[in-house]
């Protein structure tokens, strides 16, 4: 299985970004997604995640309301979009397939990662 993050950049305070992950090597839809996060000196946390094929999602609270999460079964790609950024969301962002069809925020819940994408925001 590998997954492949991309998207992450540079961009002002107030700005957009939107990542990618596109998997391959399992049934992507059969799965949760999930997003995680890791700032400089801090523990890798959850972000976000979007359950198997359903559109229902889990943030959070830190971006909740600023984030949103989407998959495209027929692409096998999850899609992070992230308005109003902060320069606390400044991180390595990380995609990882679940175990299950639910998404947790637990990272022990997921079986598959990527290879994480930088975010950096200016303020």
């Known amino acids: 299985v590998q997954l492949q993050a991309s998207g992450g950049g540079l961009v002002k305070a107030g700005g957009s970004l939107r990542l990618s992950c596109a998997a391959s090597g399992r049934t992507f839809s059969s799965y949760a997604m999930g997003w995680f996060r890791q700032a400089p000196g801090k523990e890798r946390e959850f972000v976000g995640g979007?359950?198997?094929?359903?559109?229902?999602?889990r943030f959070a609270d830190a971006v909740k309301g600023r984030f949103t999460i989407f998959r495209d079964n027929a692409q096998n790609t999850v899609y992070l979009q992230m308005n109003s950024l902060k320069p606390e969301d400044t991180a390595v962002y990380y995609c990882a397939s679940s175990h299950t069809r639910w998404t947790y925020m637990n990272e022990r819940e997921y079986a598959y990662w990527g290879q994480g994408t930088q975010v950096t925001v200016s303020s």
């Open positions: 979007i359950n198997a094929n359903t559109s229902v999602t």
